[in-house]
Structure formats: C-alpha cells, structure tokens
C-alpha cells in the first residue's frame, strides 16, 4: 500500500459523501486506502462510509473516536494506516483527479513533508486552479497534506493535549521539522475546500477564535521558540496591539452585525473582530499563565 487518506469527521455525512466520490475518481493514482476516523457522529455518517465500501474500489477503513479531539481522531487513523505515504484532507473538500498522483510525485525524497494549495471556492460547481495567493507556508496543513507514515509514528503523531480548536497541525509540523523532515509546497496537489458563503455564523467563528487562542498558549508553553511566537502572535509588539483591538470589539462587533451596513464593509468587521477576539483573548490567557 503507497498512501492511506485520513479524513477526520464529525457530523459532516454530506461532505464525507462527496469527497470519498472525488477519491473515487483519481487518476494515475498509486495504491491506496482511506480511513474515516469517525469522531463521535450522530448523522449518517457510517452509512456513507458503508455506501462508499461497495461502490469504490479502493479499501475503505472505518474508525471511531468518541473523544471531541482532532488530533486524538487522526492518531487513530495514523495507528491503522497502512501506506507508506500518509495524506490527510478534511471532509468538506473535493480533490481533482490528479491529487494523489501529485503528492505522490511529489516526495522525491523520504523527509518530506508535502503540502498543497487549498483553493477555498464557495460551491462544488466551483473548480479553478490554484494562484498565488494559494501558497502558504505553513509546515503542516491537515487539509491538504502528506507524510511519510514512519515519521508520524517516530515523533507520536498529534499532540493529544490540543484539545480545542487550533495549532495541533502546526505543531506536529515544528516537531518534524525538528526532527529532520523538510517542507515542500507542491502546486499540483491541490485540493478544493468548500466554504459556501454565511455557513459558518459569527458565534461560531467567535468560539473558534477563543479557542485558537487558548490552544496557542499550550503551543507557546511547550515550545517557547521565536518561531513559535511569531507565528502565534505571542510577542510584545502583538500584546500592546490587544490593549487597543479590546477597545475596539464592541464597534466591530456592531457593525459586523448591522445588515444596514455594505457586506465588504461587514465582512472586513467581522475579519477584526475575529482577529481582535483572538489577540485580546492571547494576551488575557498569557497573563494568567505567567
């Protein structure tokens, strides 16, 4: 087995449902399987995976996680992977049928860690190609990513203790970085993520960014690198911007909200206030921790 694809899902059945149909229509594809981690369901999610185990021809692999933790979900899959790649998208993506075979060209050597360019589009009609703006340079993107399965097991996978939402990629990426492996961005294996417009609500966003921000502490404590803290935002320059974003919340917040408003004027409030959400929230929870 070349790759086993980790999808991590939770009450997500319709999204499961198209992304195992893109994989299903790969070409020049190397061997492999699919693992569904299932972390703690309740919609059809087992019936789409069973649909899916006798309609495709790659293996399908059903696990459960009932624990609410991401990291702890795809360490399931990573502990029953078979393939000597392991690639991991999310479930609201579609993937072109040439993304396995990229990442999978991609590793021309046995330290890589290879990311793709995720083209957020708001429906599945939507399929263009990827532009600058795509790139990133972040170490490790889980939804859009791939990684030989040795040096996951070698470095213990995600750090379980990420609990919350936000950074637990990014630090299994430092670790493997730390640990020899190198990242490279391959335009080919590009994914697309399906993000239609007004799905996800402000308060949802608002609890993600909480969220992140607690979850950058934890990142920060356990390595309190430069690097780290720059790409948290956990630095002094960052901590003085709080006093002012706390101040500003409340007019963010109130023109995010006011349908009255021109949409781009709301959604750049919204964008603030979710930034100032998280700085505020950073600076508050570092302080405590001191």
């Given at each position: 087995m070349r790759m086993s694809v980790i999808i991590a899902t939770k009450d997500r059945a319709e999204y499961l449902d198209r992304?195992?149909?893109s994989l299903g229509k790969q070409i020049g594809a190397p061997s492999f399987?699919?693992?569904?981690?299932?972390?703690?369901?309740?919609?059809?999610?087992?019936?789409?995976?069973?649909?899916?185990?006798?309609?495709q021809a790659f293996e399908v692999v059903y696990v459960f996680e009932e624990r609410p933790n991401r990291g702890a979900a795809r360490n399931r899959g990573i502990n029953v992977a078979k393939g000597h790649l392991v690639a991991f998208c999310d479930d609201d993506v579609y993937a072109p049928p040439g993304w396995l075979a990229a990442h999978d060209a991609a590793h021309e050597t046995s330290n890589l860690i290879v990311n793709g360019p995720i083209v957020n589009v708001p429906?599945?009609?939507?399929?263009?190609?990827?532009?600058?703006?795509n790139y990133s340079r972040a170490a490790l993107c889980t939804c859009?990513?791939?990684?030989?399965?040795?040096?996951?097991?070698?470095?213990?996978?995600?750090?379980?203790?990420?609990?919350?939402?936000?950074?637990?990629?990014?630090?299994?990426?430092?670790?493997?970085?730390?640990?020899?492996?190198r990242s490279k961005f391959a335009w080919g294996a590009y994914i697309w993520h399906i993000k239609p417009p007004g799905e996800a609500s402000l308060e949802s966003e608002m609890r993600k960014a909480l969220e992140k921000a607690r979850m950058a502490v934890r990142f920060v404590q356990k390595d309190s690198s430069l690097r780290v803290r720059s790409a948290t935002g956990a630095h002094p320059a960052n901590m003085l911007r709080a006093r002012v974003?706390?101040?500003?919340?409340?007019?963010?917040?109130?023109?995010a909200t006011d349908e009255r408003k021109p949409a781009p004027l709301r959604a750049l409030a919204r964008s603030q206030l979710l930034d100032g959400i998280y700085t505020v929230e950073l600076a508050r929870a570092l302080?405590?921790?001191a």
């Amino acid at each position: 087995m070349r790759m086993s694809v980790i999808i991590a899902t939770k009450d997500r059945a319709e999204y499961l449902d198209r992304a195992l149909e893109s994989l299903g229509k790969q070409i020049g594809a190397p061997s492999f399987e699919v693992i569904v981690v299932d972390n703690g369901s309740t919609d059809a999610t087992t019936q789409v995976v069973e649909r899916a185990r006798t309609q495709q021809a790659f293996e399908v692999v059903y696990v459960f996680e009932e624990r609410p933790n991401r990291g702890a979900a795809r360490n399931r899959g990573i502990n029953v992977a078979k393939g000597h790649l392991v690639a991991f998208c999310d479930d609201d993506v579609y993937a072109p049928p040439g993304w396995l075979a990229a990442h999978d060209a991609a590793h021309e050597t046995s330290n890589l860690i290879v990311n793709g360019p995720i083209v957020n589009v708001p429906s599945y009609h939507e399929r263009p190609k990827p532009v600058l703006s795509n790139y990133s340079r972040a170490a490790l993107c889980t939804c859009n990513v791939s990684i030989p399965r040795t040096a996951l097991r070698a470095t213990q996978g995600f750090d379980e203790q990420f609990h919350l939402y936000g950074w637990e990629d990014t630090e299994l990426g430092v670790r493997l970085s730390r640990a020899g492996l190198r990242s490279k961005f391959a335009w080919g294996a590009y994914i697309w993520h399906i993000k239609p417009p007004g799905e996800a609500s402000l308060e949802s966003e608002m609890r993600k960014a909480l969220e992140k921000a607690r979850m950058a502490v934890r990142f920060v404590q356990k390595d309190s690198s430069l690097r780290v803290r720059s790409a948290t935002g956990a630095h002094p320059a960052n901590m003085l911007r709080a006093r002012v974003l706390e101040r500003m919340l409340p007019l963010y917040a109130g023109i995010a909200t006011d349908e009255r408003k021109p949409a781009p004027l709301r959604a750049l409030a919204r964008s603030q206030l979710l930034d100032g959400i998280y700085t505020v929230e950073l600076a508050r929870a570092l302080k405590s921790k001191a």
